[in-house]
C-alpha cells in the first residue's frame, strides 16, 4: 500500500510484479492519473469476447473494449468539435494543411522618434536542420517590422545576418528599426500596464500526403480568420457560462509569489485562463463541452455510468494533452521542425514567440496525437495480469 501514492509509479510496479496493490492520494490530479493507469485498465481493459450485430447476423469477436471506446469516442469528439470549429483552421488555395501558427508578442519601441512594434523573438529561425535552412529576414518598414521568408526553397539568404540573434534575450529587448534597447523592467512594465500586443507572423504548413514542413508569411486572411474565432469565443464562453454556472476558461489568479509560476503574472499573465490566446481557447472549451456530450451520449447508449466515466476520464485527459501541446508557452522546435508542449521543465518560463497549433493537422501535437499516446498507454497497461487470475494459476 502506497498512502502518498502521486502518480503512481511505486504501485504500479507492485502490480506489474503481480501484488495485491492500493493507492491512496488527495490530491485529485494524481487521483485521476491513479484511477487511469492502475484501476481502469484493470476493471475495464480485458480483452473479452464481444458480441456485435454486423447487419442481420450477430457475431462474436475479442477484443478490449476499454482500448476500442476511447479510440471511438476520441473519433466522435474530434469531429462533433471539427463540425463546429474546423472552420477557425481553415486549408491553403492549394490544399495545404496548417500545421500552426508562429505568434510574437510585441511591445512599442520607446524611443519617441521609432515607436515601431517590436516583434519579440528569441530566434528567427523557422527549420534549423542539416539540410534544411529556413528563417525570417526582418526589415523596418514604416511604423511596422516586416519580414521575408528566406533560406532553401525561398528567398536567397542575406549575408551578414545571424538569425539566432533575435530581438529580445531576457527581457532585454533591441528595436531592429532603429537600435534603441529597452531593458528587463521597463519590458515587463509594458506587459503589466496592458501596452503590447501580439502579432502573428508565419505559418506552418503540410501537403495533404506528406508531413513536410512548409513555411508561408501570415496574410490578412489568416488575421480575419482568427478574427472571428475571437469573436465566436465571447459566443462560446457565454453560451457555456450559462450552461455550467462557471466560466469555462479557467478564471482562478496564477498564485503570486510563487517561483515556478512567477513569470506569468510577471509579463500581465494574471489568471490561468491568459496563458491562452483566443483561438486557443475557442478549441479547449469547445473539446471540453464535446468530451461532457460524449459522456451524455454514452449514458443514453445504455453504457454503464462508471465504465463511461472510465472512458470520459481518458477523454479528459486527451484535453489535457492538448492545452499543454496548445498554450501560448510553447515553441516551435527549429532543430526538428515540431511543437516543444508547455511542461518542458517543472515551471512556466516566459515564451515571447510561441506557436499555436491546429488540433486536425494530423501532425505534431493535436488532438489525434494526444489520443494515440493515451491508447498506447492503455493497451500496454491493460496486459498487466490481475492478482486473482495469479492466484487461480498457483
Ligand atoms: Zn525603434
Known amino acids: 500500500m502506497d498512502p502518498f501514492a502521486g502518480g503512481g509509479s511505486i504501485p504500479l510496479e507492485a502490480l506489474r510484479l503481480g501484488c495485491e496493490t492500493h493507492a491512496v492520494e488527495y490530491n485529485p490530479v494524481a487521483v485521476l492519473i491513479l484511477k487511469c493507469t492502475l484501476e481502469y485498465p484493470q476493471k475495464y481493459g480485458r480483452v473479452t469476447r464481444i458480441k456485435e450485430r454486423v447487419g442481420m447476423v450477430e457475431v462474436e469477436r475479442q477484443a478490449n473494449r476499454l482500448v476500442e471506446d476511447v479510440k471511438r469516442w476520441g473519433r466522435w469528439v474530434s469531429e462533433e468539435a471539427r463540425k463546429e470549429i474546423g472552420v477557425y483552421y481553415p486549408e491553403d488555395e492549394d490544399g495545404s494543411i496548417p500545421v500552426g501558427y508562429i505568434w510574437a508578442r510585441t511591445v512599442p519601441c520607446q524611443n519617441p522618434s521609432c515607436g515601431v512594434e517590436i516583434p519579440l523573438m528569441r530566434q528567427y529561425w523557422l527549420a534549423n536542420k542539416d539540410k534544411k535552412k529556413i528563417f525570417l529576414y526582418p526589415y523596418a518598414y514604416g511604423k511596422q517590422v516586416e519580414f521575408k521568408i528566406v533560406g532553401d526553397g525561398y528567398e536567397p539568404m542575406p549575408n551578414d545576418f545571424d538569425p539566432s540573434k533575435g530581438t529580445v534575450s531576457k527581457a532585454f529587448v533591441v528595436c531592429p528599426a532603429c537600435g534603441n534597447v529597452i531593458d528587463d523592467k521597463t519590458t515587463r512594465k509594458l506587459f503589466q500596464t496592458g501596452r503590447t500586443g501580439e502579432r502573428m507572423i508565419a505559418v506552418v504548413l503540410r501537403k495533404k500526403n506528406s508531413d513536410g514542413k512548409h513555411y508561408r508569411l501570415a496574410t490578412e486572411r489568416d488575421l480575419e480568420v482568427f478574427r472571428r474565432a475571437e469573436e465566436q469565443l465571447q459566443v462560446k464562453r457565454q ?81 489535457n494533452r492538448l492545452a499543454d501541446y496548445n498554450s501560448s508557452l510553447t515553441v516551435w522546435a527549429v532543430a526538428g521542425e515540431f511543437i516543444a508542449h508547455t511542461f518542458g521543465r517543472q515551471a512556466l518560463p516566459m515564451v515571447w514567440d510561441y506557436f499555436e497549433l491546429n488540433p486536425w493537422s494530423n501532425s505534431t501535437g493535436d488532438w489525434n496525437s494526444a489520443i494515440d499516446w493515451i491508447l498506447d498507454v492503455l493497451s500496454h497497461l491493460s496486459q498487466i495480469l490481475p492478482v486473482e487470475l495469479e492466484e487461480e494459476k498457483g
Open 239 to 319: 453560451k457555456l457560462m450559462e450552461e455550467w454556472g462557471i466560466d469555462p476558461v479557467p478564471d482562478e489568479m496564477v498564485p503570486s509569489p510563487c517561483h515556478d509560476v512567477d513569470r506569468l503574472p510577471m509579463y500581465g499573465m494574471y489568471k490561468w485562463g491568459d496563458v491562452f490566446n483566443s483561438r486557443q481557447k475557442l478549441a479547449l472549451i469547445t473539446f471540453t463541452e464535446k468530451v461532457r456530450q460524449a459522456y451524455k451520449k454514452m449514458i443514453e447508449e445504455g453504457y454503464d455510468e462508471e465504465y463511461a466515466k472510465a472512458v470520459m476520464s481518458y477523454l479528459g485527459l486527451g484535453v
